[in-house]
């Protein structure tokens, strides 16, 4: 049966806008596959035989033709772009037209806890309300006197999990530093092939339904038990994880009081899968709904070197957040091996209410990463550390606490905290 490409990536768009993410998903890459297939096809049918004995070590010998009869003239060599190398490099670009972060790369296989400071606990936990449920990993510090002083919600990125982000990043180490407790919701594959957050689609976008509600719930259910405000939350993530971050900063501002972004898209840049390829390959605008200057406070990292998601969309988050006001301060410095521009937004009251890391000749990774996590750049500044003092610097001191119990994030449905949305 002859494949319509481009009809199957309509019913993926489709899909996409009725909340369907793993159907729309499967289309794709039925409709990528299917096109590479046939491209190669195409491409070895063109390929003389003798093009392909070359890669033999053992040469058949030619019978010589018989005596009257006419012979025909061996066949030329073929065009440089029709060789069997050419065919596997088309297949390669092929498939690098769809970044691992549309949700097209199959994740790995579960990763090994971290290493965890002396004394400190990591936990699974499940959390379930109206919206629906995820597991997640909770790092607390070191038991003391003080429970934490406040909590960061850390959003993964495609292909991987909680494990594995937690050692890429060193929150945990970093957290312990300052007496903090992070939570790591992990994405489904029944939710999403890839393990992405849908940041693309219309029902994961907006406030009370879908997975902004899931981790707003989850968040919430953590803020009752750990007895925090909403000044002592934070949100951060990474690609899929760093767009949804973002989402999170614009649809539950009661919720989280400042917002980590690295290499994420902002909110509202894409509604459907292509919109999304679009956004990460080109560029993406925030939403028009976005309001400048509403006091959710920003920290975003981006690498100038990024292919999955283009560079230019650090600054549009920037500009969804203030709008047309202009930097305070510009900084060029260079931190772990690699330069970095760092641009300042300043209030009138002199908080600064957004950053913006653009680091030199940094790909698609967390900058200041271990190497023994997945998508890490060891060589750039320290965006862990960078973001926790940034989430910081406005937190109103917190009196002594207590842990509360050992039953810390039952999470479950007939809790009235974990049931909001």
Not at 13 to 39: E, I
Not at 273 to 295: E, I, V, Y
């Amino acid at each position: 049966m002859k494949l319509n490409f481009a009809a199957a990536m309509r019913r993926a768009s489709r899909l996409t806008r009725a909340g369907r993410p793993v159907a729309a998903t499967r289309a794709m890459q039925k409709a990528v596959s299917g096109a590479m297939v046939k491209s190669a096809i195409a491409s070895l049918s063109r390929i003389p035989t003798m093009a392909i004995e070359k890669a033999s070590t053992k040469k058949k010998r030619r019978k010589p033709a018989p005596q009257g009869r006419k012979t025909r003239a061996a066949p030329a060599s073929p065009p440089k772009d029709r060789r069997l190398s050419a065919v596997v490099k088309q297949l390669r670009a092929v498939r690098a037209a769809v970044p691992s972060a549309t949700m097209l790369t199959r994740p790995a296989k579960p990763s090994a806890p971290p290493t965890l400071p002396k004394g400190a606990q990591y936990l699974d936990k499940t959390h379930s309300c109206i919206a629906g449920a995820r597991d997640f990993k909770l790092f607390l510090p070191a038991r003391h006197p003080r429970g934490p002083k406040g909590l960061i919600v850390m959003l993964h990125g495609c292909s991987q999990d909680p494990n594995d982000f937690a050692t890429g990043t060193n929150m945990n180490r970093i957290a312990q530093r300052h007496g903090l407790a992070v939570a790591y919701p992990a994405q489904t594959r029944r939710d999403n092939a890839s393990s992405c957050w849908n940041w693309f689609v219309p029902a994961s976008q907006a406030r009370g339904a879908g997975e902004p509600a899931i981790l707003a719930s989850l968040t919430r259910n953590l803020m009752h038990e750990l007895d925090l405000e909403q000044s002592q939350v934070f949100v951060a993530g990474l690609s899929a994880g760093g767009a949804m971050a973002a989402i999170l900063a614009e649809t539950y501002p009661d919720v989280f009081s400042a917002a980590g972004v690295h290499s994420g898209l902002p909110h509202g840049s894409a509604n459907t899968l292509m919109s999304a390829l679009s956004a990460m390959r080109n560029g993406g605008k925030p939403s028009s709904a976005a309001k400048p200057d509403s006091g959710m406070r920003r920290i975003i990292f981006h690498g100038d070197a990024d292919t999955t998601v283009h560079p230019s969309n650090a600054p549009q988050i920037v500009a969804g957040a203030v709008g047309a006001r202009a930097p305070a301060t510009v900084n060029q410095k260079s931190g772990m091996g690699r330069e970095y521009v760092r641009s300042q937004y300043i209030l009138p009251d002199g908080t600064v209410d957004v950053e913006l890391w653009q680091i030199k000749g940094a790909g698609h990774a967390w900058s200041g990463g271990k190497a023994r996590g997945s998508f890490t750049d060891p060589k750039g500044p320290d965006a862990s550390a960078e973001m926790v003092r940034f989430f910081l610097s406005k937190t109103p001191k917190k009196p002594p606490l207590i842990y509360k119990a050992l039953g810390l994030g039952s999470g479950g449905k007939g809790d009235p905290v974990a049931a909001g949305v």
